[in-house]
């Protein structure tokens, strides 16, 4: 009887593909996981082989997942999800539901849905995540659900917008332009602007074509951003959750009266997800419509 390739897998296997395929880089994946680069790629190399498929393209500098890779992700996340159950199921025990985010969490809500949910699941822990991606984690099978900002466009992730929060500008204490009590996106289009090209919303596409900035600073995060800030090296454009839970010293937020509001949504992955996931929106949506 000839043995199934497959049923040499172990959640290992799947592990490591999804480190790799969230971190777009061997050499991260070896380090969040704890093992050595050799032993990812033996792993990843054994998954592809089990499976018959190609699952990444190493073809390029960078990691990308070939089309199989992206649907087998998919399926990974809920398989990985769905062991984590069982396992604190079996003890007894409800494991900690992860909500993940790229910066600012749910603004001025943060506090009262953190708050709340103690209140109302003391047995679910509800672990809040900074997770500096586009999907604030979600790409792997680091969180359960993410607060994701801008349009969601996947047909892997199933969302819910809770609300839109106002842009402003964030400008160095000492400019002139932070004097302003509103700006539009023209007075910027003459500075250098600091864009999260990893986690963050703004584009030079926000601007009218035309009257685009002609330069930019590239960050990997708000960290960076603010500090680019504050030393005068670039001007940016946010959301006002950042102004309650990113104050700067060195930096002063503006309100921009012209530019689109940003949409603040809760996604997670379609099929089985952590049982807790439905509470949580259903207490993110009741504080944000109240």
């Known amino acids: 009887m000839t043995r199934d390739p497959s049923q040499s897998l ?3 296997h799947l592990r490591c593909f999804l480190a790799v395929a969230d971190e777009a880089n061997v050499t991260r994946a070896a380090a969040r996981l704890g093992i050595t680069q050799p032993a990812v790629s033996r792993t990843l190399a054994a998954l592809e082989a089990a499976l018959g498929v190609r699952l990444v393209d190493r073809s390029t500098h960078h990691l990308e997942l070939t089309a199989e890779g992206r649907a087998f992700r998919a399926r990974a996340v809920v398989a990985v999800a769905a062991f984590e159950d069982a396992v604190a199921g079996a003890r007894g025990e409800r494991r900690p539901l992860r909500l993940g985010h790229a910066w600012s969490a749910a603004g001025a809500y943060t506090t009262p849905l953190l708050r709340r949910w ?3 699941h003391p047995d679910v822990p509800l672990e809040l995540l900074r997770i500096d991606d586009r999907t ?3 790409a792997g099978s680091r969180v359960d659900v993410a607060l994701l900002r801008g349009p969601v466009d996947s047909a892997e992730l ?4 809770l609300h839109r929060e106002a842009r402003v500008a964030a400008l160095p204490s000492d400019s002139p332009l932070a004097r ?6 023209a007075d910027l289009a003459d500075q250098v602007i600091a864009l999260n090209t990893v986690s963050g919303t703004t584009t030079l596409e926000l601007w009218p074509v035309g009257a685009r900035p002609g330069r930019t600073l590239t960050v990997a995060n708000t960290d960076d951003w603010l500090a680019a800030i504050a030393a005068d090296r670039a001007v940016g454009v946010t959301s006002t959750a950042t102004v309650a839970l990113h104050p700067h010293p060195g930096v002063t937020y503006v309100p921009l009266t012209d530019a689109p509001p940003l949409q603040v949504h809760l996604a997670h992955h ?3 997800t952590h049982p807790s996931v439905p509470d949580l929106i259903a207490l993110a949506v009741e504080l944000t419509e109240s």
């Open 10 to 12: 172990e959640l290992r």
């Open 136 to 138: 604030a984690g979600l």
């Open 118 to 120: 103690r209140q109302e």
């Open 158 to 161: 199933v969302t819910t917008l």
């Open 270 to 272: 379609r099929g089985p």
């Open 180 to 185: 302003r009590s509103t700006l539009v996106l």
